[in-house]
């Protein structure tokens, strides 16, 4: 039996978006004022989604659960795969020694504290926000830089503020993918639009985190350096993200921004060496560092060999070769071709019918799972990883722990992923997104700004760009239709002002000083980064009212 969604209930919409808005603010409550952890916080999120679907809009119960177990079965397959798998060839990586090696390789380069700052923290941690994500880069470049002998506040806010631009790309395009499933608009429009705000940005963060780190006049003693490291880094995610996909965005633009950055050092360095690791007016310590820098490593007295700087680069570079493989259309034919299982969500599938006004015309809505694990992007890492770990001379039995050991450390991520996709998904399928969406659509043509900072606030509570799309990404769709602007745009939107709110959340600021070793300070990391933070959500809402009602021509999608 089908059943329509209604989207005023109680027959006054500020009621019913009250009511509709309470699983959304239970979660984000719970996450940025409770301190709940992530997993619990989702969870509670849930519970108050379903209650409210089934009591107060009226949505069947069974559908109401058949749409949550969808959502959660898509959070596991194919992102929570990407998160596993990635996180696998990470440990294998430093349980063999050659996390080591990376180190010594990239800070071997200049001693140049700012140049350091640029190698490390935005293009080698773009690195790793385009092939893990969900915190990785945050944890991999704050130990890098306090290894290097940044302050602890230098070496946590600093990760924060370049690990921003790649976000929206991260986990391989998983925060596309999440967007595209949950909207229904399509994949590749999304990627292209989202590459069509953030390579703005790639050249502007680049400047911001050398101005936060060492003020104007450090910034602009190697501007020709932060030049060629955000062009070499833009230029390749508009490239890719336009004519490619989301996949490998941030992994092809990492790679070519160290390159060319590398190169571009070996012919030219500043006139003076910045040697200072403290941020720019807290050399002395103020309290709020623990008054401590942790003594520099000298890594020039122990350059690595060439054949190890070889097999320490060589797992990302058969990750690199694996990803970029399956990022092919024609090899995910194939793959599809030996295996593919598409299972109808029986009583949803077709079952929910979506009513005016939030569509031109009353149609049912699709639920199909696709278990595509041949041509998942989560199985090309799984095989790299696997492939690679016998390079590096791990046995069958010993890769079988480790992948045991990486399972059991990422609990906790698998199950927040699986739950905030049930959360979105159910939300979805239930109206209640629809509802808000008719609410936001009252800001007229302010929507493009306060569109974009309902991203960055997203973000912000859930500490995720992914969980950010999942639950606003309906909405953003919904408002712009009603307010007559490209859908595909303002979807694009919450992902790209939300990459600004990834510098404050919870989450990563705990992971930040858990690297640095500067536990219960996460109060003066979160006062530091915050203007930061907020001040280029506003760039991002800007750029994004002014392709809204200035340069249209650049919200149109790549096809139909």
Request: hydrophobic share 55%.
């Amino acid at each position: 039996m089908t059943w329509n969604q209604i989207y005023d209930p109680f027959g006054s919409l500020a009621l019913s978006t009250l009511f509709a808005a309470v699983p959304v603010v239970v979660m984000l409550v719970g996450l940025g004022f409770l301190h709940m952890k992530a997993h619990v916080a989702a969870f509670a999120g849930l519970v108050a989604a379903f209650v409210i679907a089934v009591f107060a809009f009226g949505m069947p119960t069974e559908k109401a659960g058949i749409a949550a177990g969808y959502g959660a079965m898509y959070g596991l397959m194919p992102i929570g795969w990407i998160v596993l798998n990635i996180i696998f060839l990470h440990q294998m990586t430093e349980a063999n020694g050659s996390f080591t090696t990376l180190q010594r390789s990239i800070a071997g380069i200049t001693g140049d504290r700012r140049l350091q700052l640029l190698l490390i923290a935005f293009s080698f941690g773009a690195f790793f926000e385009g092939a893990a994500g969900f915190g990785t880069p945050v944890a991999v470049t704050a130990a890098l830089l306090i290894g290097l002998g940044f302050s602890p506040l230098a070496a946590s806010g600093l990760s924060l503020i370049a690990n921003t631009a790649p976000v929206a790309y991260g986990a391989l395009g998983t925060p596309v993918i999440a967007l595209a499933a949950v909207t229904g608009l399509d994949l590749m429009d999304l990627s292209a639009m989202i590459g069509r705000q953030l390579p703005f940005f790639s050249l502007i963060v680049p400047f911001w985190l050398i101005w936060a780190f060492a003020g104007w006049r450090g910034m602009m003693e190697i501007w020709p350096a932060i030049l060629v490291c955000g062009v070499s880094f833009a230029v390749p995610q508009f490239l890719v993200s336009n004519f490619h996909g989301p996949w490998l965005v941030d992994v092809v633009a990492a790679i070519v921004s160290m390159l060319c950055l590398v190169a571009f050092l070996r012919v030219w360095q500043p006139k003076t060496i910045w040697t200072s690791t403290a941020l720019k007016g807290r050399e002395n310590g103020d309290g709020s560092e623990g008054g401590t820098t942790k003594a520099a490593t000298d890594f020039t007295t122990a350059r690595p060999s060439t054949g190890a700087l070889v097999k320490a680069w060589l797992p990302w570079g058969i990750l690199t070769v694996f990803v970029f493989a399956w990022g092919i259309p024609q090899v995910k034919a194939l793959l599809d071709g030996f295996f593919i299982q598409k299972f109808e969500m029986a009583g949803l599938h077709n079952m929910v019918i979506k009513m005016p006004p939030v569509v031109a015309t009353a149609h049912a809505e699709p639920a199909v799972f696709n278990f595509n694990i041949m041509s998942m992007t989560g199985t090309g890492i799984f095989l790299s990883a696997i492939v690679a770990g016998l390079a590096m001379g791990f046995s069958p039995v010993a890769l079988v722990k480790i992948y045991g050991r990486t399972l059991w450390k990422v609990r906790y991520s698998l199950a927040t992923i699986a739950i905030m996709l049930a959360l979105g998904f159910l939300t979805r399928y239930s109206g209640l997104d629809a509802t808000l969406g008719l609410a936001f659509a009252a800001t007229g043509p302010f929507y493009p700004l306060f569109g974009t900072l309902l991203g960055w606030l997203g973000v912000a509570l859930t500490g995720s760009d992914t969980a950010s799309n999942v639950l606003f990404g309906g909405l953003q769709k919904i408002t712009s239709q009603q307010l007559g602007l490209s859908p595909v745009l303002m979807a694009a939107a919450n992902s790209s002002g939300g990459v600004m709110g990834k510098m404050i959340d919870a989450q990563s600021i705990v992971v930040a000083s858990t690297a640095t070793g500067w536990q219960n300070s996460e109060g003066t990391i979160l006062r530091y980064v915050f203007f930061h933070s907020i001040a280029l959500a506003v760039l991002v809402g800007l750029l994004v009212s002014a392709q809204a009602h200035l340069w249209p021509f650049t919200a149109l999608v790549i096809h139909n």
